[in-house]
Structure formats: C-alpha cells, structure tokens
C-alpha cells in the first residue's frame, strides 16, 4: 500500500464527510468561495469540521477573499489549512497564514495543454515564488476555480520541483493511478485532492465513488 496522502474538497454535507472519513481521506476540503456551486459558510464548514476525528485535516478554500474574512473563518476552525486558490500574492499568502499560525497550500493554475509555439507552465518558478507555501496544490486552469473535472497534462510538469505537489484536476478513480505515476517523482512529495471526480452533482459526493477513489489511491504500485 502506498502513502499517498488523499484530500477530498468541496464537502457540503455531514454524510459526506462521514463517507470521506471512513473510506480514509487525510484532508477535507470546504470551498469558502460564494460563486461556487461547492459554497459553504464558514459556520457551515465549522459545524461539518466538527465531525472529523484526530488526524483528519480541514482545509479552508478562499479566492481572493479580505484578510478578515480569511480570519474569520479560520476563527471558526481550529487548526484548519488555508487553501489560496485565487490570484492572491505571494505576501499577501505569507502574511496572511503566518499572521494567523496556519499551513497553508497555493494553488497552482494549469493550462490543459501547452500552447502551440508557447512555453509550458512554469512550476519551478512558481514554487519559487511562494518557497513558504506548505504546498503546491496543481489544477487546471478553466474559467471558474477548480471543480471542472478538466485535467492538465501531467506529462508537462518538470521534474526537479521544489515543493511538495497535490495533484489536482479531473482525478476519478479510473485515472488517479496514472497522475500518481506520472507526478509522484516531480516534486519532494505527492498527495491528491479530489472534488468533481467523486460527485453525483456538483456539491454532493457519492460515497461509493470516494471509497473507489481512495482504493485506487492505495493500490497504485510506484516504482522504486
């Protein structure tokens, strides 16, 4: 069994989490992003994160949210990551999170494909800009923010990221092995994080496909 560590994001009811809970996520994800079909509030998500055991993280979604608002919702949750998934800047990340003592992820936008006569995404520069950053979580860039059941190609990433990687972006259980083993020596570490790839509709997770998500997780061999 590997030790991919698994997120599950944009959990909007008790049963959901429960699921996500039993089948073994390492993180859940509340969107705190009101355009979002995955919104929640934040006394909303503090009642769902309420109902993780130890050792299951809460991760808390914002893009482009006010300080305020970001440190309300951490109020409301204690020990919650903060998920940076908008336009913010790196100082804005930085003293955001290091004023209010929380790891934190930064998300990472990536075309589907690279453009014909253009340069690929840039992640080593990337990381290098957000070098605090507890993590860089990879989604493909669409019109909205993350979701979209649209993956990039992984084939594109570099080799020598340095940061530790979530791979993110149209995973499901039949593909979540490939981008494992496509990623997982590109950057110090590897997790996942799954939204759309486990929904019977957007905001409403199916219990079966997150425990298939997470046996897929687990059984994908890498190599040594």
Known sequence: MNPIPIKICGLTRAQDVQAAVHAGAHAVGFVLY???????????????????????????????ARFEEIAHAASLVPGAWLQFHGD????????????????WLRAARIPKETPVGGAAF??????????????????TLVDGYGGSGHR???SQLPTNVNAHLVLSGGLTPANVG??????????????VDVSSGV??????KDA??????????RSTKLAD
């Open 34 to 64: 009101p355009p979002s079909p995955r919104y929640v509030t934040p006394e909303r998500a503090a009642e769902l994160a309420a109902l993780l055991p130890a050792f299951v993280t809460p991760v808390l979604l914002f893009v482009n």
């Open 88 to 103: 913010e800047t790196p100082a804005f990340c930085d003293n955001t999170a290091s004023t209010l003592g929380r790891r």
């Open 122 to 139: 840039d992640l080593v520069n990337y990381a290098s800009l957000y070098p605090n950053a507890n993590a860089l979580l990879l989604d």
């Open 152 to 154: 990039f190609n992984w």
């Open 178 to 191: 490939d981008g494992i083993r496509a990623v997982h020596r590109r950057g110090l570490s590897l997790a």
């Open 199 to 204: 929904e019977s509709a957007k905001g409403i």
């Open 208 to 217: 079966d496909k997150i425990r298939a998500f997470v046996a897929a997780v």
